[in-house]
């Protein structure tokens, strides 16, 4: 199994990124999908799921609003455009997939049962 997030850089406060994650290695309809992100001295935080089963959606208070997470069955399974960013944003995002039907109503369980390389994001003020 492999998961790899794309897509990260450096932007200032107020632009927008948008990450992509390469999955390979499992059955993409068996799992749900997600986002999480760990900053430095922080705790991981589950910021984003989406369900394959119903197309259901989590996000966390911290990005609802500014993110949007959408997936497709191709090589990229999962997106999250990010908007007005946020110097609080920055941080190591990582693309997670766990097996089950619907996200919980935290999101993705922490740890989830796969994760890959994650992608930078700095948002400067």
């Known amino acids: 199994v492999q998961l790899q997030a794309f897509g990260g850089g450096l932007v200032q406060a107020g632009g927008s990124l948008r990450l992509s994650c390469a999955a390979s290695?499992?059955?993409?309809?068996?799992?749900?999908i997600g986002w999480f992100r760990q900053a430095p001295r922080k705790e991981r935080e589950g910021i984003s799921c989406i369900s394959k089963s119903d197309g259901s959606t989590y996000y966390a208070d911290s990005v609802k609003g500014r993110f949007t997470i959408s997936s497709d069955h191709a090589k990229h399974p999962v997106y999250l455009p990010m908007n007005r960013l946020k110097p609080e944003d920055t941080a190591v995002y990582y693309c997670a997939a766990d097996p089950d039907d619907y996200c919980s109503a935290y999101g993705i369980p922490l740890p989830p049962y796969y994760w890959g390389q994650g992608t930078l994001v700095t948002v400067s003020s």
């Open positions: 290695g499992f059955t993409f309809d068996d799992y749900v």
